[in-house]
């Protein structure tokens, strides 16, 4: 099977085309920056330069092509210009899904994310929950578009379409917020910490690659979602093992008013300078982490057969990754 996949380079998209290199498919990735390939050229993957907010350019590397992976995102929690999250998240998935259907692939997975759901009335909530009334990021609310677009070409044109759906991902050569977040704290540059019995699900890296890979190769599951992630921890749990097995100090616990003002405090100075102050963490951050998710991804473990790393495993391999 010769696979086009977006986002390769990316934390997610380098342990998939690692898994990817382990099988007999072959790839053709979509790459923004040839610089940041060099993974990609030590696989010897096939390459073509472009981008998912440029149409004619995603079909044209797509020709030939038997399948698609869809990963390429924006993750961050603030941008100075907004418009780029619905340029690349919704935009983007517009044309990538439209280059299928030119191109009659066989099937689309594309990596969404929990964050579309908001807070269920359901928890922990499962693939068919109804989503809750409020996104809390911009990152949300555009991904939740993204999707949009995704299932309406599914029901009216056919689609042959899959969605995974990666809690809080772990694990090394983590370049996210979350990534960013460990390496503060581990370095000391979080002190205090709030919002401790907020709860997340989490996932590593690893097993997301699996999933995708699985979702792509099981037969007669178009139309399917799969949530990836099974151990659901309080902030507190989270710092309590993540201070065990770095050696850093636990934060001191502080007042969730208190946070929001600060938070409050650095978004105004981001928005009128252009600039997030160093190791503030943005609103829509704050705003996400505050509301949570726990979900249930026992489905992803009965139909694709994936055993989920334990949390202690995630954290380990994460810190070690960032003293390497």
């Given at each position: ?47 073509t330069i472009g981008d998912v907010r440029d149409k004619n350019c995603v079909r044209e590397g797509m020709q030939g092509c ?67 009334p409020v996104r809390f990021s911009e990152y949300a609310r555009t991904k939740y578009q993204a999707e949009q677009v995704a ?8 689609l042959p379409l899959v969605v995974v759906y990666p809690g809080a991902v772990l694990g090394p050569g983590d370049t996210t ?148």
């Open positions: 099977m010769k696979i086009f996949i977006t986002g390769a380079t990316g934390f997610i998209g380098t342990h998939l085309v690692r898994r990817l290199a382990q099988t007999e498919h072959r790839m053709r990735c979509l790459v923004r920056t040839p610089a940041k390939a060099r993974l990609l050229k030590e696989l010897g993957v096939e390459m038997d399948s698609v992976i869809h990963v390429a995102g924006l993750y961050s929690w603030w941008e100075k210009d907004k418009k780029v999250y619905r340029d690349i998240h919704v935009t983007g998935t517009r044309n990538v899904m439209e280059a299928a259907l030119d191109t009659a692939v066989a099937k689309v997975v594309y990596v969404s994310t929990p964050l579309i759901y908001g807070k269920p009335a359901a928890c922990p909530f499962t693939e068919a929950s109804p989503v809750g299932w309406q070409l599914y029901e009216q044109r056919g917020p979350s990534g960013q977040f460990i390496k503060d704290y581990v370095q000391g540059h979080i002190p205090v910490a709030a919002f401790a019995k907020s709860t997340m699900t989490w996932i590593h890296v690893r097993d997301v690659a699996e999933a995708i890979v699985r979702a792509l190769e099981k037969e007669d599951n178009l139309g399917k979602k799969y949530l990836l992630g099974k151990y659901s921890l309080t902030f507190q749990e989270y710092m309590a093992l993540l201070s065990e097995i770095s050696g850093a100090p636990l934060p001191r616990w502080i007042p969730d008013s208190i946070t929001m003002a600060i938070v409050l405090l650095s978004q105004w100075v981001a928005d009128l300078t252009g600039k997030l102050p160093a190791h503030a963490t943005p609103l829509d951050g704050i705003r996400t982490m505050r509301a949570g998710f726990v979900f249930d991804g026992s489905k992803a473990e009965r139909e694709l057969g994936i055993a989920y790393t334990p949390m202690r495993v995630m954290l380990e391999e994460e810190i070690a990754s960032l003293k390497e």
